[in-house]
């Protein structure tokens, strides 16, 4: 049976690593195609995209860190 929480918990992990990368990606092509749009608003943007990378990057650190506690705990 632990072995099945072992492949539940890597799955997971590999699902947030997924998701992180594909948001951050959604996230840098929809910035670059903005400041194409408006250059005058590139500061803006440019903030908002690295504070929004840095949520992304929270959120799947907190899933993999959850994943790990399930091997471990």
Do not use: Y
Request: aromatic fraction near 2%.
């Amino acid at each position: 049976m632990e072995t099945l929480g072992v492949l539940g918990a890597g799955i997971g992990a590999g699902l947030a690593a997924i998701g992180a990368g594909m948001g951050i990606g959604r996230l840098a092509a929809s910035s670059v195609e903005s400041i194409a749009r408006q250059p005058e608003a590139s500061g803006d943007i440019r903030g908002a995209m690295i504070l929004t990378a840095a949520f992304i990057e929270g959120v799947a650190l907190f899933g993999e860190v959850v994943c790990l506690l399930a091997v471990l705990g």
